[in-house]
């Protein structure tokens, strides 16, 4: 199976990279695919296109290390460092989320690392750290919200990933908790929605009109193309969040034109961005 031997060598290099970085009193904390991946029956089983860490402090010196082995590091992006380690893509977060020019996203930020320093649990006999369930939860419907209103849209892998992850819930004061930060960080209109297909997906039955133009616009998914220049991915950002004002309106809670002001200024003015 083609997916779960892409899997297994990711795993693989995750594993070898947080086994040097730990050599050096360096914790890795998986993000995204991978670590919500282990939340499933079979983990090598959910497509991820890449490996997600984040060293928090040790960034810098997570990527002077890989530089060590001869492995070019490309440091252009202030959201992450990237590398390519036996063909296989590793992202090296500096930042969970993009936070220039973004005062919510700051926010958001602080809190995810709060979060990331709260006891995270062991893989396997790994040294890689998954994150606790609240930073997960938070960070998958951050990222998918990001994906929906800016990107090039969300898939049924997101709202499957919601579906494995409230499985894994401590408690219903855990998961109120949850919507209580949704609420705090103007996601919780998209993530009741997700919330709502999920139960859709999983149990069948009615949705509401928001629950179809959501699954709707999942069903007509496209993948875009990598433009060929800095200047031109970001003219196609700003035509996209442009195109997406209706789901400004019912997904979010600013509006496509404070978001294409806010991505401008970030750019222009925010380049290396504090919290």
């Not at 995270?120 to 960070?139: E, H, I, Q, Y």
Request: glycine content about 6%.
């Amino acid at each position: 199976m083609v997916i779960e031997q892409k899997d297994t060598s990711q795993w693989k290099l995750a594993c070898q990279l947080a086994s040097l970085y730990a050599q050096h009193g360096i914790k890795t904390y998986l993000l995204k695919g991978i670590s919500f991946a282990s939340y499933y029956p079979k983990p090598f089983h959910r497509p991820s296109t890449d490996v997600d860490i984040c060293l928090l402090e040790d960034f810098d010196k997570g990527n002077s290390l890989v530089e060590q082995m001869g492995v070019k590091v490309d440091v252009s992006e202030t959201k992450h460092s990237h590398f390519t380690i036996n063909n296989i893509h590793v992202e090296n977060h500096q930042f969970c989320i993009g936070v220039k020019g973004n005062k919510r996203n700051k926010m958001i930020e602080r809190r995810l690392r709060q979060l990331l320093n709260e006891e995270a649990t062991p893989l396997g006999k790994s040294n890689v750290l998954r994150p606790v369930w609240m930073f997960n939860a938070l960070f998958s419907m951050c990222h998918a919200q990001t994906h929906f209103l800016i990107e090039e849209g969300i898939t049924l892998k997101h709202v499957t990933d919601w579906i494995v992850l409230k499985k894994h819930v401590k408690s219903d004061d855990e998961l109120n908790a949850f919507w209580r930060e949704c609420e705090l960080f103007g996601l919780f209109k998209f993530a009741r929605t997700i919330d709502e297909l999920a139960d859709y997906v999983y149990h069948g039955g009615v949705i509401s009109d928001l629950g179809k133009m959501m699954l709707q616009d999942i069903l007509d998914h496209k993948q875009h193309e990598e433009s060929q220049s800095k200047t031109a991915a970001h003219l196609n950002i700003l035509k996209m969040i442009l195109a997406n004002g209706w789901k400004y309106k019912y997904f979010s809670d600013t509006t496509a034109f404070r978001m294409v002001l806010t991505y401008i200024f970030g750019h222009l003015f925010d380049r290396a961005p504090k919290l």
